[in-house]
């Protein structure tokens, strides 16, 4: 404690620019942030002006990135800070961002941070490319410029946390991108801080979490099933559920209960979404 404590005094002692302040204290007061709530509003500019000086000193350190908030503490190892947030629109694309980083003295977390910023910038990348192709083939095929200029783009990041004790951590991220049509990417992480390693379903249900887990998405595409045989879900022989393995996306309910993610097409049709399935006890 003595050595956090040097750390935020040196931290709030050394000068910064007012922008700079401006950014960081945004985010402080945030806090725990609800789900698609958003505080900032800026120019494209100012914007990304500050969301460069604030990602920066965030990602400097973890012990920086906690004396940087005096968020509450949602765990005894970590905090969750939001290190990248802005809402503007550039080229006829709308960003709306949240993107998490996790303030923890551990390789595990400076990992996680590192794969979702990567994240972030290659949605980004793909959304501009997306965009750029879609606007070249518009004017290729007899567009106007005033019809072109009805046209926007979304791109959101977003993030959820679904538990947390003092040790352990299970949040989810989304990255969305919509426009002629629309896709959703959602990540989930389930973080022991305290082993530093990622929770398995093995973790959570036991040597025999590959049954549990095939009991309950059976039982639910069977419930989701209409009396005329209607559903959203696949046939096995037409690339539908056959079995979770160690890949299988999940995340940790506040009451321990884990629920297994599907990505959008993986087990059903578009139309049932992102598809998400508890492994309740039996």
């Known amino acids: ?30 806090g725990k942030r609800r789900r698609g709530v958003r505080l900032l509003r800026r120019t ?18 973890a012990p920086v990135a906690a004396a940087a908030a005096d ?6 190892l970590f905090q969750v800070l939001t290190v990248r947030e ?10 709306d961002v949240s993107a998490p980083g996790i303030a923890a ?12 910023q990567e994240r972030v910038d290659a949605l980004t990348a793909r959304a501009q490319q997306d965009w750029e192709d879609y606007k070249e083939a518009f004017f290729a095929t007899g567009g106007t410029q005033e019809q072109w200029g009805e046209r926007q783009m979304d791109v959101i990041v977003d993030y959820e946390i679904k538990s947390q004790t003092d040790t352990t951590l299970s949040f989810t991220v989304d990255f969305g991108e919509g426009w002629v049509s629309a896709s959703l990417e959602r990540y989930c992480y389930n973080l022991d801080l305290a082993e530093g390693r990622d929770i398995t379903l093995q973790d959570v249900l036991g040597e025999n979490w590959v049954e549990r887990c095939n009991t309950a998405v059976q039982d639910y595409i069977s419930h989701s099933t209409g009396e005329d045989g209607s559903t ?16 299988t996306a999940f995340y940790l309910r506040s009451d321990g209960v884990p629920v297994l ?21 039996a």
């Open 261 to 281: 993610v599907f990505p959008e097409y993986s087990i059903a049709a578009g139309a049932a979404g992102i598809v998400e399935i508890p492994v309740e006890e």
């Open 71 to 76: 968020l509450p503490v949602l765990g005894g």
């Open 105 to 116: 003295d551990s390789d595990l977390a400076q990992q996680v941070n590192q794969e979702i």
């Open 1 to 30: 404690m003595k050595e956090f404590e040097k750390l935020k005094r040196e931290y709030q002692e050394t000068p910064i620019p007012p922008e700079l302040n401006d950014r960081v204290q945004a985010g402080i007061r945030q």
């Open 232 to 247: 959203y879900f696949f046939p096995q022989e037409s690339g539908g559920f056959t079995t979770v393995d160690e890949d």
């Open 44 to 61: 494209a500019g100012a914007a990304a002006a500050c969301l460069v000086m604030t990602v920066c000193v965030l990602n400097l350190s």
């Open 86 to 95: 802005y809402d503007t629109t550039q080229d006829g694309i709308q960003y």
